[in-house]
């Protein structure tokens, strides 16, 4: 890769310590280029989330910097927050999605960092963004629900509506929290499968907490391996051998 691209997210020595004294992270220092798909694993309570939260801001960092494409998140307020934000898209473990409206609203609130509160309120969206929201639907094939309920849909169709709202924000980088932990394994492999196309047809760049090392073995072009808080492994998947993986997961068994 050519010296003069710039990384799409970068940790200058992170740490976050939580109110009650509990190290989320200790001293993280990445650099993750465009277009790879990055997956961190670890036991839970290792950091592997807060490592992600830190990269949208949800979570404040105690010390250090994080930078999306050159410009510190961290620091950033008002205005310049939002626009960072806007290319990040978020998938959760839960799907964070409004049971009670269509598929095509739920798609649709992916834009909202681009409508003022008002518009959003009363559902006035573009013509050009209703067909980004059908177009995302498309790419999840899931375009014949459009109009269906949310909470009408299984778990899987319901991560995947999700991955459409992410795509729908014409994000530069989707994280994915635990994308696939209330999934059976079908499902789990139809939503792998569609973070893996989007992020090598699409050049979108991908950062996902996996619970498996046999998933981010397959999927991921590099492991991020946290314990304690600690960045203990990072590298591509072929140098990812049963010994490293072995450090990375060795300690107490924390409870999830």
Do not use: C
């Amino acid at each position: 890769m050519s010296e003069s691209v710039k990384p799409v997210i970068e940790f200058d020595h992170v740490s976050k310590i939580y109110s009650n004294g509990v190290v989320g992270l200790k001293d993280i220092n990445l650099a993750i280029q465009p277009g790879e798909f990055v997956v961190v694993v670890g036991l839970s309570g290792a950091g592997k989330s807060t490592l992600m939260r830190a990269i949208n801001r949800l979570h404040d960092v105690t010390e250090g910097d994080v930078r999306i494409n050159g410009t510190s998140i961290t620091k950033a307020k008002g205005k310049q927050l939002l626009h960072i934000r806007r290319q990040i898209g978020m998938i959760f473990q839960n799907f964070n999605l409004v049971n009670r409206a269509t598929v095509l609203k739920n798609v649709l609130t992916g834009r909202v960092g681009y409508y003022p509160t008002w518009k959003m309120i009363f559902g006035l969206f573009s013509a050009e963004d209703k067909q980004r929201a059908y177009d995302a639907l498309g790419t999840v094939e899931l375009q014949d629900k459009v109009y269906t309920r949310a909470d009408q849909l299984s778990g899987g169709q319901q991560q995947r509506v999700s991955i459409a709202r992410a795509l729908t924000q014409e994000p530069q980088i989707i994280l994915a929290d635990e994308p696939i932990a209330s999934l059976d394994p079908q499902t789990t492999k139809r939503v792998m499968d569609d973070l893996q196309r989007i992020n090598r047809e699409m050049g979108i760049t991908v950062v996902a907490n996996l619970h498996s090392v046999e998933l981010a073995q397959a999927y991921a072009t590099r492991i991020i391996g946290i314990r304690a808080g600690e960045k203990v492994f990072d590298g591509p998947v072929a140098e990812a051998t049963d010994e490293a993986i072995a450090e990375i997961y060795s300690g107490e068994e924390k409870e999830a």
